[in-house]
């Protein structure tokens, strides 16, 4: 299966960097987004004979919300209010979205507003079989600062929180960064993940190989001849052992992870991207009384692409061992190490992939409908439980319409699947709306 997307991957780029020349439809949404703003003038504005060059800059300042290596689908569009200097060399836009959200289980009620297989209640209560709730997750606001100087060069600033904390009501931190010219400092998106090669899904939780996580790190990435992108970052670690605090027991990190991508960009919003990443596991033998280092690590491809205008693929596959506490279904338990159940005492890195395909239609420029289907595989190579997860799918259809540039609707089919590795399965359904305003 892995080589049949590693293969469809590299299709797909080819065909979609020869093939599709001109602005897609989803291009021409947020085209649309860029023209819906305000513009506050911080020291007056320019005069009349600089104001093509002066509209450019705006142009250019607002596009960097969308055109972001790192910016998923779900994350906040560009502001409706924008501070902006006469030459167009500070820019500070303030913004954030209200996005509400229903859904109704049957067959059989998972225990949480995100939709993951690996949380599919195998034996479910008769009190749970359906369920209807609703959530403001997601609601967020933000700050945005974008500057040029003739110290520095190019830089901004950003901060960003989301109401998704107890009961998603909590107000709490999802990003805070600073990127100077190449440089980027902060609490963002790992260097491991491509959030813009995850489709579109209103459930919140999305495809369940997704890796999408958030640390702080220091991050350096050169852009060559405008297509060629590389990374390499130190991460704080944050990882998931299985340790039972009698044979096994959990050594605090001494080592940053390390994260690196090589990506080809053939247009803006198109890529390819191969990204790696090393972590220092650590445990302690309190049977032996030593502790151990194991090395996890993990490999993904992505990519992101438009074959025609109004068609956009979306294709990630990752694998790795010890990399399971970075995203997907497996980050729901502690995957990164278990334990040998033959050794007490023992642990290991057992191996994991997820792959994922998705592909989104654009009727008109603010109306698509997208399908996506993704999988998530455990491959422990010691004995386990017959009632433990063995893989996890997911697959959703939906309609998104903007109905104008800032407001928002959706609604999906969820489907999802687990299965045991004593072969018991179960499947959930779910469907879900979204309403969401922008500012």
């Known amino acids: 299966m892995l080589r049949k997307i590693f293969i469809a991957l590299a299709i797909s780029c080819v065909f979609a960097s020869s093939a599709q020349s001109g602005k897609s439809l989803a291009d021409n949404q947020i085209d649309s987004t860029l023209l819906s703003n305000k513009i506050v003038f911080l020291d007056g504005k320019p005069a009349e004979n600089e104001h093509q060059a002066y509209v450019d800059s705006i142009r250019r300042v607002i596009s960097a919300f969308y055109y972001d290596q790192f910016r998923h689908f779900q994350d906040p569009g ?80 950003y901060i960003e929180a989301n109401f998704n904390g107890y009961n998603s009501r909590d107000f709490l931190l999802k990003k805070a960064y600073a990127i100077i010219n190449d440089f980027t400092i902060g609490y963002a998106s790992s260097t491991f993940s491509d959030p813009a090669a995850v489709p579109p899904t209103v459930d919140a939780a999305g495809p369940n190989n997704k890796i999408t996580p958030t640390s702080v790190l220091v991050r350096y990435m050169p852009v060559v001849r405008d297509r060629w992108y590389f990374a390499v970052s130190a991460e704080t670690p944050s990882d998931a052992l299985d340790v039972d605090n009698k044979n096994t027991e ?13 990506q080809y960009q053939w247009a803006p919003g198109q890529h390819v991207r191969l990204a790696g990443i ?24 992505s990519s992101v692409a438009h074959p025609v205008s ?42 994991s992939y997820g792959w994922c395909l998705g592909v989104q239609y654009n009727f008109k420029p603010n109306l698509f409908a997208s399908a996506t289907v993704s999988q998530t595989r455990y491959l422990p190579s010691h004995t386990v439980s017959p009632d433990e997860y063995k893989y996890g799918m997911f697959s959703a259809v939906n309609v998104f319409w903007n109905m104008t540039p800032r407001i928002q609707v959706a609604a999906e089919f969820d489907f999802m699947l687990r299965n045991n590795f004593s072969g018991e399965r179960r499947n959930s359904k779910r469907i879900g709306a979204m309403c969401q305003f922008s500012f």
């Open 78 to 157: 560009a502001p409706y209010f924008l501070f902006m200097s006469k030459d167009a060399n500070l820019a500070m836009g303030i913004g954030g979205a209200v996005r509400m959200r229903g859904y109704y289980d049957w067959g059989g009620a998972v225990p949480s507003s995100a939709f993951i297989p690996y949380l599919t209640p195998m034996n479910p209560s008769p009190t749970s079989m359906k369920h209807f709730g609703t959530t403001p997750s997601g609601t967020c606001l933000f700050f945005r600062v974008l500057g040029r100087n003739k110290t520095l060069g190019d830089y901004q600033l």
């Open 310 to 351: 109004q068609l956009t693929t979306y294709l990630t596959a990752s694998i790795g061992r010890g990399f399971a506490g970075l995203g997907g279904d497996l980050q729901t338990g502690n995957y990164d190490l278990t334990p040998i159940v033959s050794r007490p005492g023992e642990m290991y890195a057992p191996k």
């Open 278 to 301: 090393a972590r220092t596991l650590s445990y302690r033998n309190m049977v032996a009384e030593q502790n151990h280092n194991i090395v996890g690590w993990g490999l993904q491809l």
């Open 250 to 262: 959990k050594v605090d990190n001494w080592l940053p992870d390390f994260a690196a991508f090589a």
